[in-house]
Nanobody, 125 residues
Framework: VQLVESGGGLVQAGDSLRLSCAASGLTFSSYVMGWFRQPPGKDREFVARISWSGGRTYYADSVKGRFTISRDNAKNTVYLQMNSLKPEDTAVYYC???????????????????WGQGTQVTVSS
């Protein structure tokens, strides 16, 4: 299984970025897909997740209204559209794939089976 993130970079506050995560080696449509991030010097934190079909999404309060998670099961890809970026969004962003019930509350990523290598997002003020 491989998850490969792309789309990170250096932007200014208020700008937008779209991250992509291409998956291979798994039945993509059977997995909940999530985005996590790890700010410098801090623990990894949950950002957003999306259900197998894309019909349900869930966001961390810190990104709600600014970030949008989506998926294209035909392309085995999950996206994270990030708008109105803030310096505190600076982090390495990881995508993850997990097979678990949507009702499970997972804040630390323990329910996910596979992880990407991460992509750096830096937001300057």
């Amino acid at each position: 299984v491989q998850l490969v993130e792309s789309g990170g970079g250096l932007v200014q506050a208020g700008d937008s970025l779209r991250l992509s995560c291409a998956a291979s080696g798994l039945t993509f449509s059977s997995y909940v897909m999530g985005w996590f991030r790890q700010p410098p010097g801090k623990d990894r934190e949950f950002v957003a997740r999306i259900s197998w079909s894309g019909g349900r999404t869930y966001y961390a309060d810190s990104v709600k209204g600014r970030f949008t998670i989506s998926r294209d099961n035909a392309k085995n890809t999950v996206y994270l559209q990030m708008n109105s970026l803030k310096p505190e969004d600076t982090a390495v962003y990881y995508c993850a794939a997990g097979r678990f019930a949507w009702t499970i509350v997972d804040g630390d990523g323990g329910a996910y089976n596979y992880w990407g290598q991460g992509t750096q997002v830096t937001v300057s003020s």
